[in-house]
């Protein structure tokens, strides 16, 4: 009996350590997780810019600053592995007037021309084609006149999750 009450007060005082309790951080099923990273400028004539889209529908940058007039060399790679038939991504710059649900909605409809609403490119001032899981594509342009522009993917549905600004300083 001596010897069961002593392995229970070893057992308890090695349990109770000193007190200190590790903290866990717990992620929930359908807790969102913010994974950004700073937007990539130069102060070279050119920016270049490098822009993922997953197959979670999410780009990995929110923000991106250039100069007014600078020489923009604009990748955009799609990280995932599905068909760009049921997860495609492009990257689409938006003029400061357009209405992005509109345009979202718009593209929903246009799969013949990759989700670029024919009747809406006064909107639009420049865009990637559209990718599927592992393609990239780069697009150069020149930035466009100071101020606060959206960039969108226009993939049906996704210009809710996916989407940002672009500022032009």
Not at 26 to 36: A, C, Y
Not at 61 to 71: F, P, Y
Not at 136 to 147: H, L, N, R, Y
Request: aromatic residues 6%; negative net charge; contains cysteine.
């Amino acid at each position: 009996m001596k010897k069961l009450i002593l392995i229970f007060v070893a057992a308890l005082a090695i349990s109770c350590g000193d007190n200190k309790k590790e903290e866990k951080k717990e992620l929930k099923i359908g807790t969102q997780v913010e994974e950004t990273s700073p937007a990539e400028t130069t102060d070279d004539a050119v920016a270049n810019v490098t822009i993922e889209g997953n197959d979670q529908m999410k780009f990995n940058k929110s923000e991106i600053r250039v100069k007014a007039g600078q020489k923009v060399k604009l990748t955009l790679k799609h990280v995932g592995k599905m068909d760009k038939t049921v997860m495609g991504h492009n990257w689409t710059l938006l003029t400061q007037d357009a209405d992005m649900a509109a345009v979202g909605q718009a593209a929903a409809l246009a799969k013949d021309s990759e989700y670029i609403p024919t009747d809406m490119k006064d909107k639009i001032i420049v865009h990637t084609k559209m990718l599927g899981g592992g393609e990239s594509d780069t697009i150069e342009f020149d930035a466009p006149a100071p101020g606060t522009y959206t960039f969108m993917c226009t993939f049906p549905g996704h210009y809710a999750l996916m989407q940002g600004q672009f500022i032009v300083e």
